[in-house]
């Protein structure tokens, strides 16, 4: 088992590498999303990272706050917040308050930045570990975190550090890779390896354990669902741009133009959508209730 801080140092690298090129492939003129899209029901020329974090809201009760005076509407904390895309998107559409934390000085540099352009008013964002966040207990109406709690060394402590930080009647929404079947063969253990060793990922916990994680934790459970199908095409999508840059990537690795994080990105890219073709893994969003 890889110690805590040797992840965390991962994470930082990798993203201090990469974000440029999570940046290319996204094109954040358009947005400022880090994570797969999701195509149920997108309307015709939708943006389907944004229809995520769409439809991620409506679960969380996010509702558009009208003209709630400031203080008033909700305050919302983005675990692991990239460069800003749902607190963005959470601030301007629908007039939350929102935090944003990351590991990475230039993500929350650029957030900032992004925000400033997009004239999202009401957000903030720092430097700060999830694992010992800078925050009061009983702080945030909801917690979010897409496909950052899958780099989180300990789940479950991260999940009672969550629940700690939520005010009553407050909402957890995950969403992110979980564990299914177990590799078969050597050659799927290599794929299931790439995945998340290029994509700086400890370990992803199944279904089960995340009810578990919530439940020890003291929250209810309000909703669980399995987003695989919905997100397949944007897995094969990225998978295609994996085809073409794994060459691109291992030769400049090769001649040291590269990193080795760049390098597993690609490699990543492409096998994750092959280790979730073959179930060993899914794509998930939970939505926990504070009691009170
Ligand atoms: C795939 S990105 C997702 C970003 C964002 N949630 C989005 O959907 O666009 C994962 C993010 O989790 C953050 N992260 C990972 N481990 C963290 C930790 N221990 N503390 C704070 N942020 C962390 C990374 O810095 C990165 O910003």
């Known amino acids: 088992m890889v110690e805590a801080a040797e992840v965390k140092a991962q994470v930082r690298r990798y993203y201090q590498a990469t974000t440029e090129d999570y940046l290319k492939y996204y094109q954040t003129d358009w947005h400022h999303h880090m994570h797969f899209g999701f195509d149920r029901d997108l309307p015709k020329g939708g943006n389907p990272t944004e229809h995520l974090v769409r439809y991620l809201a409506g679960l969380a009760g996010l509702g558009d706050t009208g003209k709630a005076l400031p203080d008033e509407s909700p305050l919302v904390l983005d675990a692991g917040c990239g460069v800003g ?44 570990d999830f694992q010992t966040p800078a925050f009061k207990e009983k702080s945030f ?111 400049k690795r090769s001649l040291g133009f590269s990193s080795t994080e760049k390098l597993g990105n690609a490699l990543a890219t492409f096998y994750q959508y092959k280790t979730l073709k073959a179930q060993l893994w899914r794509y998930g969003a939970f939505c926990f209730r504070k009691p009170g």
């Open 141 to 251: 109406d909801v917690i979010w975190a897409v496909e950052s709690f899958d780099h989180s060394p300990d789940k479950a402590q991260w999940v009672k550090v969550m629940a700690g930080l939520l005010k009553p009647g407050g909402r957890l929404i995950i969403a992110d890779g979980f564990a299914a079947s177990p590799p078969r063969d050597a050659s799927q253990a290599k794929a299931y390896r790439h995945f998340l060793e290029g994509w700086a990922v400890p370990h992803l916990c199944t279904f089960a354990q995340m009810r578990e994680y919530g439940a020890d934790a003291g929250l209810e459970l309000s909703y669980e669902e399995d987003l695989s199908f919905d997100v397949l095409p944007h897995s094969l999508a990225i998978f295609r741009f994996g085809l073409l840059f794994i060459p691109w990537r291992w030769l």
């Open 85 to 128: 895309g749902s607190a963005i998107w959470l601030s301007r559409e629908l007039g939350c308050r929102t935090v944003g934390i990351t590991l990475v000085e230039s993500q929350a540099r650029m957030a900032r930045e992004f925000a400033r352009r997009g004239q999202a008013l009401r957000t903030r964002f720092a430097v700060n």
